[in-house]
């Protein structure tokens, strides 16, 4: 069972998860109501609203973002090298410590 911190990149609070293998981050997020996911079109890879920061010490650890990801990443105001949409990063035991930011607003 993995445990995440999630921090609000706005104020700093933090929240820290432990979640069950094989479910999103932002499944994870939205089910133990941290604000700042809106999941809009519910894990489908298109809406863009679960968008978060992932820690660069975790990056080279997550499967590579999928071409429709990206694209849907870069047209973000707030994007940087280490967004990711939440709702297509699985958990797995491996991803056990995995920190990210929630961004101030999604758009
Ligand atoms: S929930 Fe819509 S893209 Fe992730």
């Not at 863009?48 to 973002?65: N, R």
Request: include cysteine; charged fraction near 25%; proline fraction near 3%.
């Amino acid at each position: 069972m993995p445990k995440i911190t999630c921090i609000n990149d706005y104020d700093g609070s933090r929240w820290e998860l432990n979640v069950d293998s094989g479910c999103s981050v932002m499944e994870a997020t939205v089910n133990n109501n941290v604000p700042g996911i809106v999941a809009e079109c519910g894990g489908s890879c298109s809406c863009a609203t679960c968008h978060v920061y992932v820690d660069e010490s975790w990056l080279g650890k997550l499967e590579e973002a999928t071409q429709e990801e990206k694209d849907l990443i870069e047209f973000l105001d707030g994007a940087r090298s280490n967004s990711r949409l939440s709702c297509q990063v699985l958990l797995t035991d491996e991803l056990d410590g995995l920190t990210l930011r929630i961004p101030e607003s999604q758009e």
